[in-house]
Each structure stands twice: as structure tokens, then as C-alpha cells.
């Protein structure tokens, strides 16, 4: 027999990798903002960490009502982990600036953590291609925290081309969604 | 005694508008080169005995010295969809296999778009002793141009040999008459080489029906697809995969001996460039990368992998090695330089880049000199993809909301845009230079042929999501 194909591959391997995979799937995002419109810069006081109760509580089980300092959830939450691009452009955006000034505010205040700039791009594109633009957007948003006082060597840069689909609705507003730079929090946060 | 089915070769020329193919008109190229290139499995094709031979030879004569204008019956590959060259291909004689044999011919022919096997309850013989002339008047009362008859033995030790002769009914006379011999599981790989000995006579273009399509199976959400690289024949048959979705896969590409692949990994934490040989699924990767590696593709001889690497974001096309594993660096443009697919005689490599403000299509020398743009049309081009006969170049053209697959010269000129969707791309070229096979998004990805006249589109043989095709050469 001249052509034995072997499944290169294991199915308990399979359920792992899967659930690896899954696992990996990135912090989701549900929503982003109005692609027009990044989100407003961080307000420091926004989501202040909960206080002290004034009065004794009732023995309830309470949560916190932001996310903890320097976590990942505070990271998206308050500072947010997106920025937007222009079709076909990878130029960092005025309207991009502020939230990439925090993120790289955040960063200086929790030196320990290390982040992935995840680049993305729409469907307007073929498949090779994205993964050039997706890298050339990565690396915009690299430079820029870079240029803000963040050390290179705790930016990993990676390029997902249009394969990692936020928006799969199709039109424009959701292409526009999809032409993003994602900044994921690798280890160092709490 | 002229043959009333003629060659196509000249239809084939005329359709793309192109310089005229330099093939001989009676290319044999897979039941004559299987003698000279000995593989294990395959016994070299058997000549039938020499009065078959002689009476082979001067019908080849003949039918070289008639020009194409005599051709009786014309299928004119622009209209190959409204035209097929009505063929019967009745069961083999011999065991149940002869039946299967006969089945898988004629689906391969009917596939290319070129043949309208008949339907055989229509037929009115069941064709004798392969080594009788058939009665042709049964074939021509049901339009029946061409006819098919073959023998199967099968032996104790698990070989199979089929014998066959393609019949010219009105002429009544035999066109061809060949035995192929391999090992009893391996019967569809015959039919499929008996599918190219007939698609090559009738059309004067090399056969692809022997041959397999490496790809991207997908499945989940859109967005969130799990991609497995998978492998199967070029009709759809032994699909199998070769990687198990814990990581995405794009873009393989076969090795020139159709038995590595080169493709594409990316995980969260970076891309890698594989080299998998699926025999002994042995692979390794082509090294590591500070930044992005992507769009492989072998060369010609299959002794280099030229691919994109990215630092600080901007991508560039390297080529290395294989023996040596020595790097070199083809393009320093500060663009997005990708796609890169060699012509086949290894001297130029087509790609993409954006150097011009939008991404379009260059060529440059194998060694990175003599940079030049050749897609100026309207749109934006992409995945370049030299045709294996050198005389094309594929693409995939956005314009305005639409892609399209289209062909062009080398040069540029004589574009052809041969379909349309909201999302086509990703194009190659079956070893004939004849079809294309592409990924077309819709409710999912899919993958599709056309010819290069445009007039054949159809779903590929494979009714799941996919993308990322790339054909195989010949197989051996």
C-alpha cells in the first residue's frame, strides 16, 4: 500500500488539547465599545476597591463590588484591553491614545505583569495577508507602550489574523469590531 | 481513418487567451512515465500485445496530422459545461471491483465537466470479452461517442490488474488500450489512473485524477473554529486527519513528491512553520521566529520552503534550505511581503506585498532581484499562485464587496476573473493547470473547483467545513 495515512494524533490527546484550547480561548469580551469610539479613559475612582463597612453587615456572604486591583478582570474592567483599527490600517488611532495611555499606567503601576498584544483583522482580507496586517497592528500597539515606559521584554506580540473573529455578524460595524488590538495579560497579575 | 473524437489540446489553448501551450498534442504523461519511475506498489503499465501496438501506433500518427479544424466533434472547454463529451463506461467485466472501477471513472470524468457519462440503464450491450471489438452500434443508439471496456483480474496473492480500451464509436475504433496492476486495496487509485489515461487522450491535457487535496477541515462556531489539518483523494474518498485541532492550521502545501507538507501552526503564544512527511508523520518545524511565520509554500524541487517572517511587524519573505537549513532573506521592503509561490522552473517567485500602497501582485527572481509589479487592475490581489504549467498565475481579487479567483499571464496581462462571492480565496491548481480548487465562505467554508474557463464551478467533493486546499502533484 503506498499511501498509509496515519491520524498523526491521539483522541485522549484530542480532549485535552481541546480543553487547552478552550482554556486558552482568551479572556471573552461579549461586547466591545462602538468601534467609532474607544472607551473612555480609566476613571480611577470609578470602581475604588470596596471600603471598610461603615456599619456591621448582617452575616451575608458579600461580594466585592469591583474587581481586585491589579487582577485581570481590574485590567479589563477599568482600564480596558482593546484598541480599534482603520480598515487595512495599523496605525495607532488618536481616539486609541488615552486607552493605551492607561494600559500603560496600569502597567507601570503592577511591573510584575507580562501581556500579549493579540493583533486582529476583519474578513476583508485573505488569510496570509491578515496575518501580516494582524502582526504590523501587534506591534503598533508594542511600540506604543513601549514608548510609554513599558520594557519591551514584557510585550509578547502574536498575530491572529482574521481567525480570531470577535464579530462574526458581518457589515460594517461588526468588521470594524474585528480590526483590533487585543492586549492579553499573560502571568503577573493578582 | 480518421478519429472522430479529436484532441482538445487547441480548445485548451484558446480558452484562457493565453500564449499557446508548448505541450505535445498527445501528452501520455502518467501511463507513460509509470515504467519509467519504478515505486513500490505500482507495476509499470503493460502494454497490450503488438498487434495492439502497431495498430496503435499509426492511429497516434494520424490523428497528430489532423489539424484541429477537421475535429469531428468539438468539446470547446468555454462551453464545457453545455457540451460534456458523451461517454459509457459500463462495469468492468470480472469481479464486483470491475463495477466500483467503472463507477469512480466515471465520476472522476463527469467531475472535470468535459464527459456526460451515460446513465447505465440506458445501455443496451454489456460489453464482452475486452479483447472483442464491441458492437457499436448498441453505443451509438444511445449517443454514446466514447465507450469504455475493461477486464479486472484478481488474483490469490492480492494483486489486481485491470485491462481497458477506450472505443471511438462512430470511427469504430480503439483509441487506447492499457493495463494497470497494483494491489487489490489500492483499485481506486487504478480507476483514477484509467480516469487520466482517458481524460489524456480525449483532451490532450495531462489527467488529476490520481492525485489527493490536503486541507483545513473546520467545525464550532465561526470565530472559534477548531481547524484540523486533513488529507483525502481528490474525489472526496479515505478523508483522514492529520493533526488533532489543539492547535489552528492553515495553509498546507504538498512537497513536489506529494509526500510532505509544509504548513502553517499558530497557538496564542506565536505561530511555527511545519514540515509533516505523512507517511511517517514525522515532523519538525523550519525554526523559530521572533515574530510571525506563515504562508509556506516548497519549491519546485522540493529542496527549499519559501515563507514569510515577521519582526517588529513588518513581514518578509525567506526562503530556506531544507538539506542545509540555511536562511536567506528575499525581501527587505519595509511592507507586508507574503504568499510567495515559485514558478515551476524555480526561477521566480510570485507573491504579495503592499509595497505600493495596496496589497498587489509582484515577481521577483528566486534570489530576491528583479522586483516587479504585475496585477494593475482595479482591487486589491492576494494569494498569488503560479499554475504548474508556468503559464498562470492565480489570485484572489477584492473589489468593492465582492472576491473573486481569478487567472492571469505571468506579466499581468489577460486577466480572467473566473468567480464570484462575498468571500472567495485561496486558490490552487491541480497539476494539470486546468482546474482550481478554492475556499468560498458563506454559511461556513467550503471548498470549490472552477475551471480555468470560468464556466465550471462546483462544489469539491467534500460536504464539510473547509478551507486552505492545496492539490497534490501526480502521484506516483
Known amino acids: ?190 | 481513418m480518421r478519429s472522430m473524437i479529436q484532441t482538445l489540446t487547441h480548445l485548451f489553448h484558446r480558452t484562457a487567451g493565453f500564449q499557446p501551450a508548448s505541450l505535445p498534442r498527445f501528452k501520455r504523461r502518467s501511463v507513460e512515465k509509470t515504467p519509467a519511475t519504478p515505486v513500490a506498489g505500482w507495476k509499470p503499465a503493460v502494454r497490450w500485445p503488438t498487434s495492439i501496438q502497431l495498430f496503435l501506433a499509426p492511429l497516434f500518427t494520424l490523428a497528430l496530422l489532423t489539424t484541429p479544424a477537421a475535429a469531428a466533434i468539438v468539446i470547446n472547454v468555454d462551453q464545457g459545461a453545455t457540451q460534456p463529451l458523451p461517454i459509457a463506461v459500463p462495469a468492468f467485466n470480472g469481479p464486483a471491483v470491475g463495477g466500483q472501477i467503472a463507477q469512480v471513472v466515471s465520476a472522476d470524468l463527469e467531475r472535470s465537466g468535459l464527459f456526460r457519462p451515460l446513465d447505465p440503464a440506458t445501455f443496451k450491450a454489456t460489453p464482452g470479452d475486452v479483447n472483442v471489438q464491441p458492437s457499436f452500434d448498441d453505443w451509438k443508439s444511445i449517443s454514446a461517442q466514447a465507450l469504455l471496456t475493461g477486464q479486472v483480474v484478481s488474483d490469490a496473492d492480492g494483486r489486481l490488474s485491470a485491462n481497458f480500451r477506450l472505443w471511438d464509436t462512430y470511427a469504430g475504433e480503439q483509441l487506447l488500450g492499457l493495463q494497470f496492476s497494483s494491489t487489490n486495496e489500492n483499485w481506486r487509485r487504478v480507476a483514477h489512473k484509467i480516469a487520466d489515461a482517458v481524460y489524456e487522450k480525449l483532451t490532450g491535457a495531462s489527467g488529476y485524477f490520481d492525485t489527493r487535496i490536503v486541507f483545513v477541515a473546520e467545525s464550532g462556531a465561526r470565530g472559534r473554529r477548531v481547524r484540523r489539518l486533513a488529507i483525502m483523494d481528490q474525489d472526496g474518498a479515505n478523508p483522514s486527519y492529520l493533526t488533532d485541532g489543539s492547535y489552528m492550521v492553515f495553509t498546507p502545501r504538498f512537497s513536489e513528491n506529494s509526500q510532505e507538507i509544509t504548513y502553517m501552526a499558530l497557538r496564542p503564544t506565536g505561530s511555527n512553520v511545519y514540515l509533516l512527511n505523512i507517511e511517517s508523520t514525522r515532523q519538525e518545524t523550519v525554526g523559530h521566529f521572533p515574530g510571525m511565520v506563515f504562508a509556506p509554500r516548497f519549491s519546485p524541487d522540493g529542496r527549499k520552503v519559501a515563507f514569510s517572517a515577521e519582526k517588529d511587524g513588518n513581514s518578509d519573505i525567506w526562503v530556506m534550505d531544507l538539506a542545509s537549513h540555511a536562511m536567506s532573506r528575499l525581501t527587505t521592503d519595509p511592507s507586508i511581503d507574503t504568499s510567495p509561490s515559485f514558478s515551476p522552473d524555480g526561477g521566480q517567485i510570485v507573491f504579495n506585498s503592499d509595497r505600493g500602497g495596496s496589497p498587489q501582485i509582484y515577481v521577483m527572481n528566486a534570489d530576491g532581484s528583479g522586483v516587479h509589479r504585475v496585477s494593475f487592475g482595479s482591487g486589491r490581489y492576494t494569494t498569488p499562485v503560479w499554475s504548474p504549467d508556468g503559464k498562470l498565475i492565480a489570485f484572489t481579487k477584492q473589489e468593492g464587496a465582492g472576491f473573486h479567483i481569478g487567472i492571469m499571464a505571468p506579466d499581468g496581462s489577460g486577466e480572467r476573473i473566473l468567480t464570484s462571492s462575498t468571500l472567495d480565496e485561496g486558490p490552487t491548481w491541480a497539476p494539470n493547470s486546468r482546474v482550481i480548487m478554492f475556499s468560498r465562505e458563506t454559511s461556513g467554508a467550503h471548498l470549490w473547483t472552477v475551471d480555468v474557463s470560468g464556466r465550471i464551478t462546483q462544489p469539491a467533493p467534500y460536504p464539510l467545513a473547509a478551507s486552505d486546499a492545496a492539490w497534490s502533484p501526480l502521484l506516483h
Request: positive net charge; charged residues 20%; contains cysteine.
Open chain 1, 1 to 190: 500500500m503506498r499511501f498509509p495515512v496515519r491520524i498523526a494524533v491521539r483522541s485522549t490527546l484530542t480532549v485535552l488539547a481541546l480543553a487547552s484550547l478552550a482554556a486558552c480561548a482568551s479572556t471573552p469580551k461579549p461586547m466591545g465599545p462602538a468601534p467609532t469610539q474607544q472607551p473612555p479613559p480609566p476613571q480611577q475612582q470609578q470602581e475604588a476597591a470596596p471600603t471598610a463597612a461603615p456599619a456591621p453587615a448582617p452575616v451575608t456572604e458579600q461580594m466585592p463590588s469591583g474587581p481586585i486591583p491589579g487582577s485581570v478582570r481590574d485590567f479589563v474592567v477599568n482600564v480596558g484591553d482593546r484598541v480599534y483599527f482603520d480598515f487595512d490600517k495599523y496605525d495607532v488611532r488618536n481616539d486609541a491614545r488615552p486607552l493605551l495611555d492607561a494600559q500603560a499606567a496600569w502597567l507601570r503601576q503592577y511591573p510584575n505583569v507580562r501581556v500579549r498584544i493579540e493583533g486582529n483583522c476583519d474578513e476583508l482580507g485573505t488569510r496570509e495577508y491578515n496575518f501580516a496586517l494582524g502582526a504590523r497592528r501587534a506591534n503598533s500597539v508594542k511600540q506604543y507602550l513601549a514608548s510609554h515606559g513599558i520594557p519591551l521584554a514584557r510585550i509578547d506580540t502574536v498575530s491572529f489574523g482574521k481567525e480570531r473573529l470577535l464579530d462574526t455578524s458581518g457589515g460594517d460595524p461588526a468588521q470594524a469590531h474585528n480590526r483590533n488590538a487585543h492586549t492579553a495579560i499573560t502571568e503577573g497579575a493578582r
